[in-house]
């Protein structure tokens, strides 16, 4: 299996890739000035990779995509939202490591 790496979604396509997801979606709501949200970027794609076939995970550059940052009301970034059918079922504000990107997931996972 090819590596699974976070990929870009934006405005147009965060209903079906994100929101149409079969299983888990992890979104990473960030901006490319913002310090902790590169900070965070190694941990989020080691996530990725290690749970390749569990997750999908995304990222969405909310200055480029001012439509969905509004509709889940994302005041800080990093913002990470896990979404299951559709719908966002866990949230994380602020800079994140790996390992609590995975245990939030093996909670849903387990749920």
């Known amino acids: ?9 934006d405005d147009i396509s965060f209903e079906q890739e994100v929101l ?5 979606a992890v979104v990473d709501f960030w901006a490319p000035w913002c310090g ?3 900070h965070m ?3 989020l794609e080691a996530f990725a990779e290690a749970n390749a076939g569990k997750v999908k995970v995304f990222k969405l550059d909310v200055d480029e ?6 509709k889940y009301e994302i005041r ?5 939202i896990y979404f299951k ?12 490591s790996e390992s609590t990107l995975r245990s939030k997931l093996d909670a849903l996972l387990e749920g």
């Open 85 to 96: 059918a559709g719908e966002p079922v866990d949230i994380s504000i602020g800079a994140v």
């Open 41 to 43: 970027a190694p941990a």
């Open 36 to 38: 902790p949200c590169l």
């Open 1 to 9: 299996m090819s590596e699974n790496k976070p990929q870009a979604v």
């Open 65 to 70: 995509n001012p439509k969905t940052a509004q």
């Open 20 to 24: 149409q997801a079969e299983g888990i």
């Open 76 to 80: 800080s970034i990093p913002t990470v």
